[in-house]
């Protein structure tokens, strides 16, 4: 397969990248995770959309994808616990088969400060909780992965993890601990079949960003060599190729996705 998509930007039969695959995307119901469920549906594969609290906004994912005759069904559970990580890979599993694409994009909310001015239980919160936000499902679908000699594991990390910025300490510090996993997971599945990359957003429109401030967003913007700050359409566009058979040589990549504001 050569072509991505026919001249009219629509995706044919042939073209599809995922066709035949089953995903599951934490975070699905909204931002960059919403986008990438949605790309990889319409490139044909069948996806768990997970959310946590917001069932509306994931049922909104369902509801636009099944009616572009995609397949996806809204599975809820909080990512940071494992029993219910186990139960909603049950749940994509029973309706679609076993997993073979697993993109971790749910989003732990953090406190911005200065080193100064943070304290150990807020640092603590957001190390655990993104960790074993990528660890707990990796653990319980890496298993059947393994079993059928395939899979592909895409984390969103941030161009935050090695270009740190002041009061994001916590992030980074968390962000450069899931770097390591997946560059081990890459390693160590590699011989079974399993291919680990990390994707680093630049700044990205969600709802996670609406805090900072027009200016900063504005000015980061014109630092880009794009000249504009990402939409989440474009990190989905990296992780559909990382998820695609078309990577198949790609593993333990932590590949920048930001407009060329941070080259490696
Ligand atoms: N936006 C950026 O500029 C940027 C830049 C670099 C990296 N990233 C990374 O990209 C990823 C996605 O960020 P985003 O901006 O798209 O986030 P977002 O728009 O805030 O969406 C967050 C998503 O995570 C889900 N979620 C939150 N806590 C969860 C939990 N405990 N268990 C399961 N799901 C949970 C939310 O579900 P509900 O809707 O149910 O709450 C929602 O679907 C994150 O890892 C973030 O660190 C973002």
Redesign the pocket.
Known sequence: MTAISTQDGKYSEETKLMKGRVALV?????????ATAKLLAHHGAAVGI?????HE??QSVVGEIEASDGKAIPVQ????DEAQVKKMVQQVSEAFGSIDTLVL????TFTVAPFINYQWSDFEEKLL?ELK?VFYPCKAIVPSMIEHKRGCIVA????LSRYPSEGFIAHSTA?SGLDAFIKTLALELGPLGIRANAIA????L????VFLPEEYREKTAQATPLRRNAM?EDIAGAILMLASNEARFINGVYLPVSGGIQML
């Open positions: 934490t975070g699905a119901s909204r931002g960059i995770g919403a997970n959310y946590y609290n917001n906004a994931a559970a909080d990512v940071t994009c749910a989003n732990r909780g936000g969103i990390s941030t161009g962000k957003p630049g700044l990205t969600t709802e996670a960003t989440p």
